[in-house]
């Protein structure tokens, strides 16, 4: 089992910074793949960035793209998510997800983009990017 606990959300100028949390619970987060989703009011649930168990591989949707940095401390059991450059279209609820080992064994180290391949969820943490 894995808890995750997102922090760091707030509000925020246009052009303004964010960094967001996610604090993991359990032994297997060093061993696991780990993302960042969004939804904004009215929305699906988006994905934004992945990282793989050792932070070596990452990937992003393109609309965060070179303004958004996901990484991720072992050691402290925390996945990030640094935001520049902010827009008003970002935001929404930031979500932290984690695979799971039980359910998808050795490739649950590796990233992706897809919801269902997670199996843990943070109650998630608002964003709000004033224009």
């Known amino acids: 089992q894995v808890q995750l606990v997102e922090s760091g959300g707030g509000l925020v100028q246009t052009g303004g910074s964010l960094r967001l949390s996610c604090a993991a619970s359990?032994?297997?987060?060093?061993?696991?793949?780990m993302g960042w989703f969004r939804q904004a009011p009215g929305k699906e649930r988006e994905f934004v960035a992945t990282?793989?168990?050792?932070?070596?591989?990452?990937d992003y949707a393109d609309d965060v793209k070179g303004r958004f940095t996901i990484s991720r401390d072992n050691a402290k059991n925390t996945v990030y998510l640094q935001m520049n450059s902010l827009k008003p279209e970002d935001t929404a609820v930031y979500y932290c997800?984690?695979?799971?080992?039980?359910?998808?064994?050795?490739?649950?180290?590796?990233?992706?983009?897809?919801?269902?391949?997670?199996?843990?969820w943070g109650q998630g943490t608002q964003v709000t990017v004033s224009s």
């Open positions: 359990g032994r297997t987060f060093s061993s696991i793949g």
């Open positions: 990282i793989s168990w050792t932070g070596s591989s990452t």
């Open positions: 997800a984690a695979r799971g080992a039980d359910r998808w064994g050795v490739r649950a180290r590796y990233p992706s983009r897809t919801a269902d391949q997670y199996d843990y």
